[in-house]
């Protein structure tokens, strides 16, 4: 399992969960403590205004002990729907076009999958992820519009 975290720039943090392990609270508050610090060297005008994370809400990322390491870091959750994948800006646009370009490989270690996925997104041009990311707010009006209903049938 992968968790990408991006912005319209770049990706910002990218980890890969080992094989055969969950994903569990604590890993996912250690998870947003590298991603805190990838913050510091990447964006760091960014902590001091804030973060809006757009998570699902599955049990480690609405466990009791994620939602205090978000309130003791003064991060935001942007809300949507559980499980509209029309608001998730990683699976409209990041993942699709991502499984066509590992499509067919094969890989020996988790090492080479890592490399390849920050070539893959080294790759990317800017424009995609600010369309990746401006759409969203474009999707959530027209699900509010359509009542809940999804965006993309």
């Not at 990408?4 to 969950?22: E, N, T, Y």
């Not at 027209?142 to 049938?153: A, F, I, R, S």
Request: proline share 4%; hydrophobic share 40%; net charge positive.
């Amino acid at each position: 399992m992968a968790t990408v975290f991006w912005d319209a720039k770049s990706v910002i943090r990218l980890d890969i969960l080992p094989q055969g392990r969950c994903l569990n609270a604590a890993q996912y508050c250690s998870t947003l403590d590298r991603l805190r610090d990838a913050f510091r060297r990447k964006r760091p005008g960014l902590l001091r205004r804030g973060v809006v994370l757009q998570h699902d809400n599955s049990t480690p990322r609405s466990a009791n002990l994620t939602q205090q390491w978000l309130k003791r870091y003064g991060w935001e959750i942007f809300s949507h729907p559980a499980y509209s994948s029309d608001l998730a800006p990683s699976d409209f646009h990041l993942f699709g076009p991502l499984k066509i370009y590992l499509g067919g490989m094969a890989f020996e270690t988790e090492g080479d999958l890592f490399g390849e996925l920050e070539n893959w997104f080294a790759y990317l041009d800017l424009d995609f992820f600010r369309v990746g990311i401006y759409s969203l707010l474009s999707r959530k009006k027209l699900c509010v519009d359509l009542h809940g209903d999804y965006v993309e049938k």
